[in-house]
């Protein structure tokens, strides 16, 4: 997968091993009870789409794993798990696959 697609761009990003490159969805913007809250307020988003993934990782019999996740999938991943990155004006996160925690059916 040597290119992904962002939802209005082409955007050249090609993970490595079992990397998988997640774009962040919005936080909420308000309370369950109808409270608006300030950007300060908003926690960390968790969760987004899966925009690329790497090859797999490289196993000791020389071949790669296969990743259980795939181009379009949207996850859940730790809250404090992998490495935020702003490509092109969007946010993304760049994880091992193994940060993920769930995917969404």
Known sequence: MATATATRRKLK??????R???QQT???????GGIVLPDSAKEKQTR???IAVGPGKLL???KRGELNV??????????YSGTE?????????????????????
């Open 13 to 18: 990003f090609r993970p490595l091993d079992d």
């Open 48 to 50: 987004g789409h899966v």
């Open 85 to 105: 990155v702003e490509l092109d004006g969007d946010d993304y996160v760049v994880l091992r696959e193994s940060d993920i925690l769930a995917v969404v059916d």
């Open 20 to 22: 998988v490159l997640v």
């Open 60 to 62: 000791d019999d020389g």
């Open 70 to 79: 795939s181009v379009g999938d949207e996850v859940f991943y730790g809250k």
């Open 26 to 32: 919005d936080p909420e913007s308000m309370t369950a």
